[in-house]
Each structure stands twice: as C-alpha cells, then as structure tokens.
C-alpha cells in the first residue's frame, strides 16, 4: 500500500506584504501544490488592498501605545509564540530583519524545529547593532536564502554564518500573458504622444536607496541630444514631493510624469521604449526582471544583482552608481537607434525566458524546505534501523 504523504505547514514570518519583496512572495505561493505544502502568513503591516492566493495572513499589532522600539517587538513576538504554539509549523520562513530575529528566538527556545531566512537586498539600512545581534545568533538558522550572489557576499562577509548554510535562489517572474501589447492606451493616458520615445522608470518612492534623482539629473543630458523624448515614473511615496520639485527646479515639468502606483503596470511596460534604473544598491530588482521579460533593453547601475541579470552591451547597459552623464550616454545610444533597442530587447525577453522564471524559484524554495525536512525522516530511519 502507498503511503499517504505528509501536508507540511510553513509558517512565512514577514514585517511587510508591500512591495517587490511581497508581490514575489504571494505569487510565488501560486506555485505551490497546496495538497502538499499548506503555508501561512504572520504580517506585521496591515493589509491593505493586496491579493494573497488562498493563504490565511495574521496581522500581529501590538496595543494602545505600544507600537514602538523598544516595546512593540516583544509584544509581538509574544502574541507570535502563541500562535505557533496554537498551530505548529514544520518550517519557519522570515523575512526583514525583526522578523528574522522573532525566529532566531523562537529557534533558541525550542519552539520551531526548522528555521530559514531570506535576505532581499545588501542590508543597506541595518546599522552596526543589527549586524551585531545578527552575528551573535549567527548558528541558529538553517538555510539563508540570497537572491543574487552579491547579497550572499554581503552576508558572509557581516554575519559570518557558515557558507554551507548560505545559498543563492534568485527571484523569478511570472512568463508574458498572451494578450496582445496595447503600446498607445497607456500612453495616451500619460499624454505622451505615439510618436515620442519613451523611458520608464518604476520604482518605490519611499526609498532614498533607489536613486531616482539621479535619473533626473541626467534627463537635461539626454534632452540636449535628443528632444522627442518624454519621461515617466511610476510608483509613489515619501519623496514623490522632494522629486516633483527637483523636477520643476530643473525645467522637467513638460517632458516628465509622475504616473504614481499602478496595479496594470504592464500596460506602462508595452508604453515604453527602454526602462532604467539608477539605484544605489539593489538585490534583484523585480522590475528589472519584468522590464526585461517585456522585451524593453534596460540601462541601470552597477550595483547589487545587476550584473547578474543585465548581460552588459547585449541585454542593456550597465553603468556606475551617481554618475549622471555615463548613465545619459548609454540611454542616448538606445535612443538613437531603433535597431540596437530591438535586438537587446529581444536579448532582454530571451535572458528573463531561460533564467529567471518564478516556477522554476518556487520549486527551489521548496527543495529547501524539503531538503531539511527529509533530514529529520533519515535520521528517524537511522534510529530504528540500529
């Protein structure tokens, strides 16, 4: 008789549900074969109009006045260690940094069996405290998840955890729908004409880290060379104020938009003639991954997983950090030539096809957790075989 196979229960630990980081994460979950595999959500942040794919999501707020350092984490954690008392996990999956540490906790104290982290970006806003509890915990999870190489780097060099616990999973997208492009209802919804080039940048406003002034120091660059071009940015936050008066202060105001957030992104990818990026640092930019599976070449820095995405003069262009008049020549070499931007991307959508698909993520997530779990089945089978 075959036997039944296990459901296991993951528990996913995370401070936030928002942006690039939980766009992969839900529809990572769509690959997931739920009659094996049943996960749930612990979330710090509210939930606001996000989707989750048939995933119970725990909000996880502390009282009254509480919700601050140093109290709110240990209210959490609290109400935490109650709910995995409740409904224990086989695996515990955390995400941001007091997530991460919740679970480091809960490791020490026995509560969860088998813990793995993510790591989503350099570490760029953790200060030298963070990487100190970090190091001093350093034993207890394992599996570390990177999603590029150049976030593993970052992590053995910071948190000295054992390199065999440490891997690369890089993120993945979900293949092209087979709709037909719609290159001009999106344009005339941002007053750009059929004719204009158009460069695209999206990104979160609510992160210095993603450099986007930059990007608009180097549009008076671009526009000194070729003036039948039209700019946007879409996504919203903190310093979307401080960017649209940069952008007046520079004379931008007639060749830029601020489109802010759009659930229909992909209607303003089929709009555009090459997307850019000028982050500071970076892990693996989903949006870059998406630029490049809608077939647009891409100029971004040098920075972070880039360069593992980005072939350099085939796929797009890679150039340094803060460097405004590098950055313009590579995007003026695009504008200037139709036939270069279609065959990088072409190069683009081809790269994104065969490297970076979010099936092939999920299921590699999922080893991970099998790969652990089947440690514990042998080790039961060594102990009655003896």
Known sequence: MARTQCVRRILLLTSDLGGGTGDHLLAM????????????IICEAPLTSRLVPNVPVKYVPPTGGLDRFPLAQPTRLSRIARHIKTRPPDVVHCYFFWSIMYGRVLK???????????????????????????????SLPDRVICVSEAIRKVVLEKEHIDPARVLVVHNGVEPLSNGPPDRFSARRELGVPDDALLVGMVSNLNRPIKGVS???????????????????????????????????ALGLESQITFAGFRADIERFYHA?????????SEGLSITLLESMKHGLPVVVTDVGGNPEVVVDGETGYLVPPRDAPAFADKVLALLRNRQLRD????????????????????????????????????????????
Not at 272 to 279: A, E, H, K, P
Not at 354 to 363: G, H, W
């Open 272 to 280: 555009m003639d090459l997307s850019v990026l000028t982050s500071l």
């Open 343 to 386: 065959t990088m991307g072409a190069a683009a959508r081809q790269r994104v096809k065969e490297k970076f698909q979010l099936r092939a993520t999920a299921t590699r997530y999922l080893q991970v957790y099998e790969e652990l779990l089947m440690s514990d089945t042998n080790r039961a089978a060594d102990r009655e075989s003896r």
């Open 214 to 248: 930059y990007f608009l120091d180097a549009i008076p660059l671009i526009l000194r060379s070729v003036r039948s071009v039209r700019f946007v940015i879409l996504g919203t936050g903190r310093e979307e104020l401080m960017l649209r008066e940069k952008a007046k």
């Open 29 to 40: 979950m769509n690959y997931w074969d739920k009659a094996r595999w049943q996960p749930e």
């Open 108 to 138: 020490r104290l026995g509560m969860i069996r088998w813990l793995v982290e993510n790591r989503e970006d350099e570490g760029y806003d953790w200060n030298k405290y963070n990487y100190a509890l970090l190091r001093r915990s350093c």
